[in-house]
């Protein structure tokens, strides 16, 4: 017995696309300086900034960037 493709790559359940494409972000801030910004890497910065998003406490990211 042959599936149609069709079947196999939709399920025809529209509310698989009733996903919510913005939510607020944690609060704060992340410490930056001037000298840090001249200074360190860029993906330094991008780094902080997922780990921050993710909700990773600023403790555990500084501890090991600085």
Same mark, same amino acid.
């Given at each position: ?17 009733? !996903?919510? @494409?913005? =939510?607020?972000?944690?609060?704060? =801030?992340?410490?930056?300086? @001037? /000298?840090?910004?001249? /200074?360190?890497? @860029? ?5 902080? =900034? ?8 600023? +403790? +555990?990211? !500084?501890?090991? @960037?600085?």
């Amino acid at each position: 017995m042959t599936i149609p493709l069709a079947l196999i790559l939709d399920s025809g359940d529209r509310s698989l696309f009733d !996903v919510p @494409s913005k =939510a607020p972000g944690p609060p704060g =801030a992340l410490p930056l300086t @001037s /000298e840090m910004l001249l /200074e360190r890497p @860029s993906g330094d910065f991008f780094g902080w =900034a997922m780990d921050a998003g993710m909700g990773w406490t600023r +403790r +555990r990211w !500084v501890a090991r @960037s600085f």
